[in-house]
C-alpha cells in the first residue's frame, strides 16, 4: 500500500455506485481499510459492495454517515457527478478531513506502479477490460480498474497483484491528466462532452496534455488519422500492430498479428466490429510492449467474454437475437452497426435508442441521425438527463424529426417489449448510456414466453 494513505483507517465515497467508485471502493476494501459511502439510488452494483460488509447509504443527510467516518482520519472519494450543494460534500470540505476527486486517488494509487492507462472518447471500457484479462490470465501481477462489469470476473475489479495496474483514463472533467502512465494508448479523439470542453479543438488540446505524459514509444495509438505520434495499431493498414489474413470463422474472428518483435498466428477474438478488433489489438500491443509472455496471449484472447453492455447477447432465439450496448455517441452506433452488418448480414435491424444528456443529444443532433438512420427500424426513447436539466427545444421528438427513414417512432419503455414483439426485424439493437440497460431483462423476458 502507498505511504500516501498511511494515516488513513477508513475510506467515505460520494456516489459510491458509480462504476469507477465501486471499484475503488473493493480496492481499499481488500487492502483492510473501513470503507461506507453514500448513493442516491440502490443497485445491482450498490448490493454487490454490501455483500462485502461495505456500508451503504441511500441519505445524504449527515446522520447518515456511519459511526467513525466523521474522524479526520477518513479519506472521502467523491465524483464529479455529485452537485456542490450536496450536504455530506458540503460538511467533508471544510479543511479538516483529506477529500479528493475519484481521478486523483486513482492517480495516488497508480503512482507507485508500472500503469498502463487506457484513453479515448471511445473503447476505453472493453480495451481495458481485455488488457487486464490478458495480463491476469498471463500471471502478470495486476490490479485493474474497469468503467464496465468485465464477464470473466463479473466485477469491474481484477486482483492479481500490486506491481502493474490497468487504468481508464477519463477523458471527462479531464480527469485523466491526474494520472502518471508508464504505458498509454489513445484509441479516439471524436469530439465529446463539449458541455465541458466547449469545442472540439479544447479536447484534442487536452488529449495532446495526455498524450505528453509519456515518451512517444510508449503511446500506442489507433488509427493514423490521430494527430499523435507513437506506436501504431490497425487492420491491414502497416501498422506497427497490425492484424491481417482476418476472416470470421465459427462467430469469431481469427486473425494473424504482426509486432515489432515477430508475428503471432491464427488468434481468435470473439467480439464482433472492426472497433472491438482494434481494442483487441491495442490491448495485445500495450501487454506486449510491458513483456508479458506471447505464448499465454492466444489462449487468453480467445477466452475474454466481453463487458456487459458492450455488444453482450442478452436474448438468442430461433428467430431473433437482442443486443444490448452502451453506445451513446454517432461513432459508436456506427461502429455497432458496421459489428451487426458483418456478422448478420442479410438479418433486418431494430435499433432502439435512449438519447444520454441534453447538450450531447444538441451536440450531435445530425451525426445522430444519419447513424440511426442506416437501421431497418428505429425505435426512440426520451432523452436521459443524467446530470443535466432540460434545454429549451433539445428533446427526442427534434432527434426523431431529423432521421430521414419510413419506419421511426417515439415510444415508452413501458411499450419496448409488445413493440419488439412485433416487428419483423431479427437483430434487435438496445443501445444508450443511460437507464435503458434496466429494460434489457423486460424484453428478454416477453420474447421468451411469447
Known amino acids: 500500500m502507498s505511504g500516501v494513505f498511511k494515516d488513513i483507517a477508513r475510506v467515505y465515497f460520494i456516489g459510491i455506485g458509480g462504476i469507477g467508485m465501486s471499484a475503488l471502493a473493493r480496492y481499499f476494501k481488500a487492502r483492510g481499510f473501513a470503507v461506507a459511502g453514500y448513493d442516491k439510488t440502490r443497485t445491482t452494483l450498490t448490493d454487490s459492495l454490501a455483500e462485502l460488509g461495505i456500508k451503504i447509504t441511500y441519505s445524504d443527510q449527515l446522520d447518515a454517515i456511519p459511526e467513525g467516518f466523521e474522524q479526520t482520519d477518513t479519506l472521502v472519494v467523491y465524483t464529479p457527478a455529485i452537485p456542490q450543494q450536496h450536504d455530506q460534500l458540503q460538511f467533508f470540505s471544510t479543511g479538516v478531513h483529506q477529500i479528493h476527486k475519484r481521478a486523483v486517488v486513482l492517480g495516488m494509487i497508480t503512482r507507485d506502479s508500472k500503469s498502463l492507462a487506457v484513453a479515448g472518447t471511445h473503447g476505453k471500457t472493453t480495451t481495458s477490460a481485455i488488457l487486464g484479462h490478458l495480463l491476469a490470465s498471463c500471471n502478470m501481477p495486476?490490479?485493474?480498474?474497469?468503467?464496465?462489469?468485465?464477464?470473466?470476473?463479473?466485477?469491474?475489479?481484477?486482483?492479481?497483484?500490486?506491481?502493474?495496474?490497468?487504468?481508464?483514463?477519463?477523458?471527462?472533467?479531464?480527469?485523466?491528466?491526474?494520472?502518471?502512465?508508464?504505458?498509454?494508448?489513445?484509441?479516439?479523439?471524436?469530439?465529446?462532452?463539449?458541455?465541458?470542453?466547449?469545442?472540439?479543438?479544447?479536447?484534442?488540446?487536452?488529449?495532446?496534455?495526455?498524450?505528453?505524459?509519456?515518451?512517444?514509444?510508449?503511446?500506442?495509438?489507433?488509427?493514423?488519422?490521430?494527430?499523435?505520434?507513437?506506436?501504431?495499431?490497425?487492420?491491414?493498414?502497416?501498422?506497427?500492430?497490425?492484424?491481417?489474413?482476418?476472416?470470421?470463422?465459427?462467430?469469431?474472428?481469427?486473425?494473424?498479428?504482426?509486432?515489432?518483435?515477430?508475428?503471432?498466428?491464427a488468434l481468435r477474438f470473439s467480439l464482433p466490429g472492426h472497433h472491438n478488433l482494434l481494442n483487441a489489438i491495442t490491448a495485445l500491443g500495450m501487454a506486449i510492449s510491458i513483456g508479458t509472455p506471447t505464448d499465454c496471449l492466444p489462449k487468453a484472447l480467445f477466452d475474454f467474454k466481453g463487458v456487459r453492455r458492450r455488444f453482450s447477447f442478452a436474448y438468442r432465439g430461433e428467430d431473433r437475437v437482442v443486443i444490448d450496448d452502451y453506445a451513446h455517441h454517432p461513432t459508436e452506433i456506427?461502429?455497432?452497426?458496421?459489428?451487426?452488418?458483418?456478422?448478420?448480414?442479410?438479418?433486418?435491424?431494430?435499433?432502439?435508442?435512449?438519447?444520454?444528456?441534453?447538450?450531447?443529444?444538441?451536440?450531435?443532433?445530425?451525426?445522430?441521425?444519419?447513424?440511426?438512420?442506416?437501421?431497418?427500424?428505429?425505435?426512440?426513447?426520451?432523452?436521459?438527463?443524467?446530470?443535466?436539466?432540460?434545454?429549451?427545444?433539445?428533446?427526442?421528438?427534434?432527434?426523431?424529426?431529423?432521421?430521414?427513414?419510413?419506419?421511426?417512432?417515439?415510444?415508452?419503455?413501458?411499450?419496448?417489449?409488445?413493440?419488439?414483439?412485433?416487428?419483423?426485424?431479427?437483430?434487435?439493437?438496445?443501445?444508450?448510456?443511460?437507464?435503458?440497460?434496466?429494460?434489457?431483462?423486460?424484453?428478454?423476458?416477453?420474447?421468451?414466453?411469447?
Open 142 to 265: 495486476v490490479t485493474a480498474f474497469l468503467g464496465g462489469i468485465a464477464e470473466n470476473y463479473d466485477s469491474n475489479y481484477i486482483s492479481k497483484g500490486e506491481q502493474i495496474t490497468v487504468v481508464e483514463a477519463d477523458e471527462f472533467d479531464r480527469s485523466f491528466l491526474q494520472l502518471s502512465p508508464t504505458v498509454a494508448c489513445v484509441t479516439a479523439m471524436d469530439a465529446d462532452h463539449l458541455d465541458i470542453y466547449g469545442s472540439a479543438e479544447e479536447l484534442e488540446k487536452t488529449f495532446k496534455e495526455f498524450a505528453a505524459l509519456v515518451p512517444d514509444s510508449k503511446l500506442v495509438l489507433h488509427p493514423k488519422k490521430l494527430p499523435l505520434s507513437g506506436t501504431t495499431v490497425g487492420i491491414e493498414d502497416g501498422a506497427d500492430y497490425e492484424a491481417k489474413n482476418i476472416r470470421v470463422e465459427d462467430g469469431a474472428y481469427t486473425f494473424d498479428l504482426k509486432t515489432p518483435r515477430g508475428e503471432l498466428q
Open 334 to 450: 456506427n461502429a455497432v452497426f458496421q459489428a451487426v452488418s458483418e456478422f448478420y448480414p442479410q438479418q433486418k435491424k431494430l435499433a432502439v435508442f435512449q438519447p444520454h444528456l441534453y447538450s450531447r443529444t444538441r451536440d450531435f443532433l445530425a451525426g445522430f441521425a444519419q447513424s440511426l438512420a442506416q437501421f431497418d427500424e428505429v425505435l426512440l426513447l426520451d432523452i436521459y438527463p443524467a446530470r443535466e436539466l432540460p434545454i429549451e427545444g433539445v428533446n427526442s421528438q427534434a432527434l426523431l424529426d431529423a432521421i430521414d427513414h419510413p419506419k421511426k417512432r417515439l415510444v415508452s419503455k413501458i411499450d419496448l417489449p409488445e413493440l419488439i414483439q412485433k416487428s419483423p426485424c431479427e437483430v434487435i439493437l438496445i443501445l444508450g448510456a443511460g437507464d435503458i440497460g434496466v429494460e434489457v431483462k423486460n424484453i428478454s423476458r416477453h420474447l421468451h414466453e411469447n
